[in-house]
């Protein structure tokens, strides 16, 4: 299966921007629609975006809507999230995975990259 690593994650102030991104193992990465996921201290798991395989079609989680933008580049094998006016709910470790719908497609996670947003 394909290994994902996230990175790009830090601290950032409330209102800053940050960019993550994640990079595949192989080229199979193409092959599926790709999203973002958060998990905050104390919270489960949760939807932040999709995009997919084929174009350009993205959605995201109402929370985010307006503030995060999330891409791709199959050539590179990977996959970005450009985060502005971030806010300290936005705190979490940031996952990327093949998605089907707003679900992670084979249920299976990286490490994650931390973003911190201070006050």
């Known amino acids: 299966q394909v290994q994902l690593v996230e990175s790009g994650g830090g601290l950032v102030q409330v209102g800053g921007s940050l960019t993550l991104s994640c990079t595949a193992s192989?080229?199979?990465?193409?092959?599926?629609?790709m999203g973002w996921f958060r998990q905050a201290p104390g919270k489960g798991r949760e939807f932040v975006a999709i995009?997919?395989?084929?174009?350009?079609?993205?959605h995201y989680a109402y929370s985010v809507k307006g503030r995060f933008t999330i891409s791709r580049d199959n050539a590179k094998n990977t996959l970005y999230l450009r985060m502005t006016s971030l806010k300290p709910e936005d705190t979490a470790v940031y996952y990327c995975?093949?998605?089907?719908?707003?679900?992670?497609?084979?249920?299976?996670w990286g490490q994650g990259t931390q973003v911190t947003v201070s006050s």
């Open positions: 995975a093949p998605t089907m719908g707003e679900q992670n497609r084979f249920g299976t």
């Open positions: 192989n080229s199979t990465f193409g092959n599926y629609p």
């Open positions: 995009i997919a395989d084929i174009g350009s079609s993205t």
